[in-house]
């Protein structure tokens, strides 16, 4: 079911074709969700109930946009009452963490006067897309909320597909925790639209996070520009570097738990045991037969799982960063040395009690992760993806007749006269 890997040629042709499979905006699938963006620019609510009859068969009218607050509360109210407890205590955790991310304005005094700083500001609404179906999860609700909270965003706008909180009432009783009451029941690439541009009933917002099927994605990406984003979302990925030292089991439900996301998840262990790699492929298919997602689990690691049989740890450090994660789990003798050597992960889970199901749940930092590499190069989100930072500057005259001749300099090597004439016109203030 899953391949274990000893040849470098073939493990680097598997990484190749794990990588290739990020979250691929077709042309095709761009010209579409254009069309409908450019729909919803136009017509307003009228083009978002003509989608919302036409992808999800549900008739509205302009009033019925908005979810009413007994809809939620009577959704709210068939959680179970444990499911709650865990939800505010996941509240309160993930709270904290992000409380440590908070920035704070400054300013420094430089020579003659000057003065440069930084002022720190919320943006002011924040667009939040949960999904419907089987993608709907009350967790990613609270990892986009809280830090928006904390940082201080005034307004939170959700939009979600017609049945969601009828099918996921837990997702209902999230919002309800997290006291956001503005919601909307539009879904897909339209409600990206609405949120982006705003029509009669939804207003425009400055930022949209959440995650989204490839449509959404697509949506995103297209808007990207009239409004902030947080990321175009692949899919979901956990890499294992592990020795002998590490428990088969342990290993096996973890690249499971990762692998049942979707066909497409990615599962990947790097050992540098020969014997641990072939316990754990025998307890993959041990424990895939008692799982309920069992098709799709198979299918994601027949397409994109593997076992790599490594030299050493240093060598699975090198084979990680090419991966660069979203998730990566370290069960070694030498975690932290292991860990000092990856520069490219989404999180990092130390050691065998560490599961990556604690981070999507209940641990505190954020599960909102860089996924198909771009762990290279981003960050989770946090508290700093809904803040604003506005330099300031205040010149002297002293310090500006001493500096522009430099600047006027600068600005004539640009061909930018009117730039130059700008500073040089003040040395002739009298």
Not at 407 to 427: F, K, P
Request: hydrophobic content about 40%.
């Amino acid at each position: 079911m899953i391949e274990i890997i000893r040849d470098r040629a073939k493990r680097d042709e598997r990484i190749e074709h794990i990588g290739a499979r990020s979250a691929a905006l077709s042309a095709d699938l761009l010209r579409k969700v254009s069309a409908i963006i450019e729909d919803v620019r136009s017509r307003g609510d009228e083009a978002l109930i003509e989608y919302t009859e036409k992808f999800d068969g549900v008739r509205l009218e302009p009033e019925n946009l908005r979810v009413d607050e007994e809809t939620l509360h009577s959704s709210a109210e068939r959680v179970d009452v444990h499911v709650i407890e865990a939800l505010r205590e996941s509240i309160r955790r993930v709270r904290e963490f992000h409380e440590h991310e908070i920035e704070k304005s400054w300013e420094v005094d430089g020579e003659r006067d000057v003065r440069m700083g930084q002022r720190i500001t919320p943006i002011e609404r924040a667009g939040l897309y949960v999904p419907g179906g089987t993608a709907s999860y009350p967790s990613s609700v609270v990892m986009n909320v809280v830090p928006a909270r904390v940082a201080g965003v005034e307004r939170i706008v959700i939009t979600t597909p017609p049945r969601t909180l009828g099918e996921t009432p837990a997702v209902a009783a999230a919002l309800l925790e997290l006291k956001v009451t503005e919601i909307y029941q539009v879904g897909g690439a339209q409600a990206i639209a609405a949120l982006a541009f705003g029509t009669e009933t939804i207003p425009r917002v400055d930022k949209i996070t959440g995650p989204g099927n490839k449509y959404v994605a697509a949506a995103k990406k297209l808007v990207f520009g009239a409004v902030g984003i947080d990321s175009i979302a692949g899919p979901s990925e956990v890499v294992i570097i592990a020795d002998a030292t590490a428990r088969p089991d342990f290993l096996a439900a973890d690249l499971l738990a990762q692998a049942e996301h979707d066909e497409d998840a990615s599962a990947v262990l790097i050992t540098t045991s020969d014997t641990l790699a072939e316990a754990v492929s025998v307890e993959v298919e041990r424990q895939t037969q008692n799982l309920p997602r069992a098709q799709i689990i198979e299918r994601s690691l027949q397409n994109y799982g593997a076992i790599f049989v490594v030299e050493d740890l240093e060598e699975a450090c090198e084979v990680a960063n090419r991966l660069a994660p979203e998730h990566l789990e370290i069960m070694t003798r030498e975690d932290d040395l292991v860990a000092s050597r990856v520069r490219n992960a989404g999180a990092i889970f130390f050691g065998a009690h560490t599961p990556e199901a604690v981070g999507d749940y209940f641990a505190g930092p954020n599960h909102v992760l860089p996924t198909s590499g771009a762990a290279r190069f981003s960050s989770a989100l946090g508290v700093y993806d809904f803040l604003k930072r506005t330099t300031l500057l205040r010149y002297s005259r002293e310090e500006l007749r001493q500096t522009a001749g430099m600047i006027a300099a600068l600005a004539q090597s640009e061909g930018l006269d009117a730039h130059a004439r700008s500073i040089l016109i003040r040395q002739e203030e009298k």
